[in-house]
T-cell receptor, first 113, second 112 residues
Framework: RKEVEQDPGPFNVPEGATVAFNCTYSNSASQSFFWYRQDCRKEPKLLMSVYSSGNEDGRFTAQLNRASQYISLLIRDSKLSDSATYLCVVNLAGGTSYGKLTFGQGTILTVHP | ETGVTQSPTHLIKTRGQQVTLRCSSQSGHNTVSWYQQALGQGPQFIFQYYREEENGRGNFPPRFSGLQFPNYSSELNVNALELDDSALYLC???????????FGSGTRLTVV
């Protein structure tokens, strides 16, 4: 089983649509969680951290369910500029894994006019 | 404040050769991590350096090695290149391996 698994995608949605991405992680000791965005042939960039209480940043809402080891990202009112690959990322805790980011495969989102 | 810079941006090598990739960490950051991203996959953790010592390693063979220098810049060395080593190599810096990772734009390595 992969350490971080994401919806396979790709997602192809019209402008203005709401789209949700899901992710599960296998290590219950994981301490921090993120969504990164990666544009074609560019480096990943932090979109937002994910907290147990849920958090929102404009049109983006992230949720974490530690009991189910499940992370989600909701994008409302999609824009053409949201087209990218979205990476679910987990930071394992302690020891030599300190600071190691574990990435999911990524889900490709294409927003069309 | 300068970000993370990597060099070279692109590189073509022949199978069996050796390659060195370089990374300058963001100002104020003392930890550098390296990741390999194959086409269509998420980045995979190679190793991390803190205070010039390796303090974490992913599932990569010993022919992947690295260095961190007193100014916190870093090198990734790969010996005996294989075709499967073709990938985007990303460097990320942070302060003490905590949150706030900054990625460089990567080096795209092609092995032929």
């Amino acid at each position: 089983r992969k350490e971080v698994e994401q919806d396979p995608g790709p997602f192809n949605v019209p402008e203005g649509a709401t789209v949700a991405f899901n992710c599960t992680y296998s290590n219950s000791a994981s301490q921090s969680f993120f969504w990164y965005r990666q544009d074609c042939r560019k480096e990943p960039k932090l979109l937002m951290s994910v907290y147990s209480s849920g958090n929102e940043d404009g049109r983006f809402t992230a949720q974490l369910n530690r009991a189910s080891q499940y992370i989600s990202l909701l994008i409302r009112d999609s824009k053409l500029s949201d087209s990218a690959t979205y990476l679910c990322v987990v930071n394992l805790a302690g020891g030599t894994s300190y600071g190691k980011l574990t990435f999911g495969q990524g889900t490709i989102l294409t927003v069309h006019p | 404040e300068t970000g993370v810079t990597q060099s070279p941006t692109h590189l073509i090598k022949t199978r069996g050769q050796q390659v060195t990739l370089r990374c300058s960490s963001q100002s104020g950051h003392n930890t550098v991590s390296w990741y390999q991203q194959a086409l269509g996959q998420g980045p995979q953790f190679i190793f991390q350096y803190y205070r010039e010592e390796e303090n974490g390693r992913g599932n990569f063979p010993p022919r992947f090695s690295g260095l961190q220098f007193p100014n916190y810049s870093s090198e990734l060395n790969v010996n005996a290149l294989e075709l499967d080593d073709s990938a985007l190599y990303l460097c990320a810096s942070s302060f003490s391996g905590g949150y706030g990772y900054t990625f460089g734009s990567g080096t795209r390595l092609t092995v032929v």
